[in-house]
């Protein structure tokens, strides 16, 4: 038993301007806003427009936003991890060349490709690190520029997807009632044949061939993957529940990955939560995979207080999908 729990201490984040309106999107494909608000539950998005840049952008702006608001040197940082899909490039790690950016010179770190589940893959990590004494100040980023990736001409997908990055801090405490408490993570790799990006790896390169068939976007079995993701966010989040004796009303809030309103909606009610406890604000931002949860927090940071009970709770590509109880430890003035 560690001696230390993991906590964030700071959280910022960084948007693109542009908006990419469900009207817009119907300009595009045939589809409709209402279509769009009943199925999944997404009005916009933020889309990074320019060229030349890629998540490592998005990342190092909210890196640097989250140094400034926590008054952190960059280098007084120890590790850096960024959980993300969409990486500027198959290599060097997206997280090196945010640490390039930002000027953190003291730090090493890595990228997690753990699907949407990307920020409890790698915050389960952080806090891996943070409880053996092996870093102190470790900044845990998640992003996506999920439009790279996104075949506008497929209206099953590009209504879903948005572009945002989220930095955390996240340092250790020896006030063992804060902090993360717990996690349940699993994967099952029968997820590859309904929700992947096909080329661009080591199986299939990219050929004329591949971009020809649009290979090089995202491809889901949008029925498939609701149904598992409806069973497992809901059965982690009541095991999690059940594992730590928490009764609904024990619960502050849960923070659920932004896929699909009617997933969140199903989650919730399993888990028996009243509508005021569930934080959502897939309307406005749409799925950014791992970053969506992160995402809520910074967007609800100041609904939170020190020792509230959250849960946070996801599933994405892979399958992965897991449950994390986790308690607040500041307020917000
Ligand atoms: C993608 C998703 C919203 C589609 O909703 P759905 O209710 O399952 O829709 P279906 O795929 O059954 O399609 C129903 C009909 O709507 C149509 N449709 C699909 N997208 C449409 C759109 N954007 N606008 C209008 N019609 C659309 C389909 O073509 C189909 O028409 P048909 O019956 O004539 O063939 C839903 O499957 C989903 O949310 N899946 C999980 C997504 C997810 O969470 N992914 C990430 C996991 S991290």
């Known amino acids: 038993m560690s001696n230390k729990k993991a906590i964030i201490t700071g959280i910022e ?36 427009k320019e060229d030349g840049l890629g998540t490592s952008h998005l990342g190092a702006e909210a890196v640097k936003k989250l140094l400034a608001k926590t008054g952190t040197k960059p280098e007084e940082i120890d590790i850096v991890l960024c959980a993300t899909v969409t990486p ?92 993360l408490q717990d996690s349940i993570l699993h994967v099952d790799g029968i997820g590859r044949q309904f929700l992947y990006q096909k080329a661009g790896g080591s199986m299939y390169p990219a050929t004329e061939e591949t971009v020809k068939n649009r290979e090089h976007f995202i491809y889901q079995d949008g029925q498939v993957v609701f149904k598992y993701a409806v069973s497992r966010m809901a059965d982690v989040s009541v095991e999690m529940m059940e594992k730590h004796n928490l009764k609904a009303e024990d619960i502050a809030f849960l923070i659920p990955h932004q896929a699909n309103m009617r997933i969140i909606e199903a989650t919730g009610r399993r888990m028996g939560l009243t509508k005021e406890k569930i934080l959502i604000n897939i309307e406005k931002f749409g799925n950014t995979a ?44």
């Open 13 to 48: 984040a960084f948007l693109p301007e542009y908006i990419l309106t469900n009207d817009e999107i119907s300009t595009m494909v045939e589809t409709t806003d209402e279509w769009i608000m009943s199925r999944i539950g997404v009005k916009e998005r933020r889309i990074l």
């Open 88 to 179: 500027d490039m198959m290599f060097p790690a997206t997280a090196n060349i945010i640490c390039d950016k930002v000027g953190i010179v003291n730090a090493w770190g890595y990228d997690i490709n753990a699907g949407c589940s990307g920020f409890l893959f790698s915050f389960a990590t952080v806090a891996s690190f943070i409880e053996s004494g092996l870093a102190k100040k470790v900044v845990l980023v998640t992003g996506e520029r999920m439009s790279s990736i996104t075949n506008y001409q497929d209206r099953t997908t590009c209504p879903l997807f948005g572009d945002a990055a989220v930095a955390m801090l996240i340092e250790p405490t020896e006030d063992l009632s804060l902090g």
């Open 290 to 333: 791992g970053t969506s949860i992160p995402l809520v927090l910074w967007e609800f940071e100041k609904k939170m207080k020190k020792g509230d009970t959250l849960i946070f709770s996801a599933f994405g590509a892979g399958f992965t999908w897991g449950a994390m109880y986790y308690k607040w430890s500041y307020d917000t003035k």
